[in-house]
């Protein structure tokens, strides 16, 4: 089982500055199948992110992701009121695993 | 527009087993898989497994092999997620998803949770 390791566990941050999502796995993800998610309280989770940099339909272009191997990366580029949540990155190449998510919170 | 829509709560007593569904619609049922995914309160997620509904081929999770079926109704567009011999620990909301190409890519969309509580 691959383990995604998400740091920080908490990141607290101003409305319009940049977010940096760390998701760390245990062993190589096959071609960079990495997805993050964003949950907010009482909804389920939504996808942001596939293919490790690919936005899903809708997404606004402030969210970005990169990295492959066993490093990932999630960026807002500026945090609007609506992005302070929970992200989970999730690795789908073998049985699918998430990492343990981290809170956006507001400073 | 593409719907997934879950049955509602359930308060089960340790060592019942509890079924819950997640209808689908606005696509053809057996062309793309089904995911159950478990939420317990205020933790991340854990995949618990999936069907292919065109041949109701199932993966499990280790965590939950032996205690989970997943089966699907093609007649109704309905999967459905059977947990046995529940314990406190499977309070969780648990969530049905939709993965579009092939059996283990990105989950989207996600069905609204339905919480099981597990309590005697």
């Known amino acids: 089982e691959i383990v995604l390791t998400q740091s920080p566990g908490t990141l607290s941050l101003s409305p319009g500055e940049r977010a940096t999502l760390s998701c760390r796995a245990s062993?190589?993800?096959?071609?960079?199948?990495l997805a993050w998610y964003q949950q907010k309280p009482g909804q389920a989770p939504r996808v942001l992110i596939y293919?490790?940099?690919s936005r899903a339909t809708g997404i606004p272009d402030r969210f970005s992701g990169s990295g492959s191997g066993t490093d990932f990366t999630l960026t807002i580029s500026r945090l609007e009121p609506e992005d302070f949540a929970v992200y989970y990155c999730q690795q789908y190449g073998s049985s699918p695993t998430f990492g343990q998510g981290t809170k956006v919170e507001i400073k | 527009e593409v719907q997934l829509v879950q049955s509602g709560a359930e308060v089960k007593k340790p060592g019942a087993t509890v079924k819950i569904s997640c209808k689908v619609s606005?696509?053809?049922?057996?062309?793309?898989?089904i995911h159950w995914v478990q939420q317990a309160p205020g933790k991340g997620l854990e995949w618990v497994g999936l069907?292919?509904?065109?041949?109701?081929?199932?993966i499990y999770a280790e965590k939950f092999q032996g205690r989970v079926t997943i089966t699907a109704d093609t007649s109704t567009d309905t999967a459905y997620m059977e947990l046995s011999s529940l314990r406190s620990e499977d309070t969780a909301v648990y969530y049905c998803a939709i993965v579009w190409f092939g059996k283990l890519n990105w989950f989207d969309p996600w069905g609204q949770g339905t919480l099981v509580t597990v309590s005697s």
């Open positions: 606005g696509y053809t049922f057996t062309d793309y898989c």
């Open positions: 069907i292919d509904p065109e041949d109701d081929e199932t």
């Open positions: 062993q190589s993800v096959s071609s960079r199948h």
């Open positions: 293919g490790a940099d």
